[in-house]
């Protein structure tokens, strides 16, 4: 039985390190562990200029604690308006390292994001030419469609159109949640990639109301059937390089989220990379681990392999209840629980 495990240092290919007082409190979570991360763009205004990112990334450089590298890689924020010259200028001059693409209303500070994809063709064509990628919240919003069927109808309607029509457009599809999605992945060639949450690995709809409503279960996309979560779980520990690390830690303050109507995301980057770990035991597959958390994104991006090395041990560790203090006080993926596995260097 492996005791220790020594990979390449992690990067975490979709995180939310908000702004302000909030982005001070939870910058040192990810940098401990991820030497980058691949920050996302739905601040309040959203971060859709080269000047915005250049500054965003020099607050998130500012939160870093001495000692600790860390590289945060920004995102342009698509909308309606999206301008192709000023997002091909930032991707030259290595600002941008993606686009996002949220749909309309889709998630949190998403109010801002496109309402027909079909509007930014020239966007797309120009992400195609550069060799930028595109990541999709893989959603629609449409209210008739039940909120567990969103994905499964989005990879339909419009990834599987998209892609057909930009065969060279690399493509990650965020926080993937379902087996329709792991299928289209799957079957779709190098272009196309996923990114997985530790919380679509561990948890099912279940948890959203074991004993009660539980709100810190609740993020968007919603987790899904068994089946989906299974089905998402065996891509994880596949060995495919399709499918990579991206925790989707997404923290609101508490009160936000035992509201009457709370907002969506899991807070897991305290304990991602011990979470994930341990999904990749009970499968019997920690041979693959290396490749999901350290591998397959940079080489997706076309970014060098980091050379830095961490170790977890197996080790069993109780996760907090609460982490910080007064306004800033989050409840942690896992809180409560106890891990069997420890990040020791």
């Known amino acids: 039985m492996t005791e220790r495990l020594t990979i390449r240092r992690p990067d975490d290919w979709h995180v939310h390190l908000r702004d302000g007082a909030m982005l001070h409190a939870v910058v040192p979570h990810t940098a401990r562990q991820f030497a980058r991360a691949i920050v996302m763009p739905n601040l309040a205004p959203p971060i859709t200029r080269i000047a915005d990112a250049e500054a965003y990334r020099a607050?998130?450089?500012?939160?870093?604690?001495?000692?600790?590298?860390?590289?945060?890689?920004?995102?342009?924020?698509?909308?309606?308006a999206a301008d192709p010259q000023e997002i091909e200028r930032g991707f030259a001059q290595g600002v941008w390292a993606a686009c996002k693409l949220y749909p309309a209303h889709a998630t949190t500070n998403s109010s801002h994001g496109v309402t027909d994809i079909r509007a930014l063709r020239t966007v797309l064509e120009t992400l195609q030419r550069i060799g930028m990628p595109l990541l999709i919240h893989g959603e629609v919003t449409d209210r008739e469609i039940d909120i567990f069927d969103r994905e499964a109808v989005f990879v339909e309607r419009t990834l599987a159109p998209l892609v057909r029509d930009f065969p060279a457009l690399k493509i990650v599809f965020e926080h993937i949640t379902t087996a329709e999605a792991v299928d289209f992945v799957t079957?779709?060639?190098?272009?196309?990639?996923?990114t997985i949450t530790p919380q679509h690995l561990h948890l099912n709809r279940n948890a959203l109301f074991d004993g009660g409503l539980r709100p810190h279960a609740y993020c968007l996309p919603v987790v899904k059937r068994e089946r989906h979560r299974l089905a998402v779980r065996a891509a994880a520990v596949s060995g495919s390089p399709a499918f990579f690390l991206g925790t989707?830690?997404?923290?609101?303050?508490?009160?936000?989220?035992?509201?009457?109507?709370?907002c969506?995301?899991?807070?897991?980057?305290?304990?991602?990379i011990e979470s994930y770990a341990a999904?990749?035991?009970?499968?019997?597959?920690?041979d693959k681990f290396a490749g999901f958390a350290s591998?397959?994104?940079p080489r997706f991006y076309g970014l060098p392999l980091n050379t830095e090395t961490v170790t977890l041990e197996r080790a069993g560790q109780r996760v907090p209840d609460r982490i910080g203090e007064g306004a800033l006080a989050l409840v942690p993926f896992h809180g409560g629980e106890t891990i069997g596995w420890r990040l020791v260097d």
Request: net charge negative; proline share 8%; aromatic share 8%.
């Open 279 to 286: 999904v990749f035991d009970e499968e019997s597959a920690l």
């Open 59 to 80: 607050r998130i450089l500012a939160a870093v604690p001495e000692g600790m590298d860390f590289t945060p890689l920004m995102t342009c924020y698509l909308t309606d």
């Open 187 to 194: 079957a779709s060639g190098p272009m196309v990639a996923a």
């Open 264 to 272: 969506a995301g899991i807070f897991n980057a305290p304990y991602a």
């Open 295 to 297: 591998e397959h994104g």
């Open 248 to 262: 989707d830690s997404a923290p609101h303050e508490i009160d936000r989220k035992e509201a009457a109507c709370g």
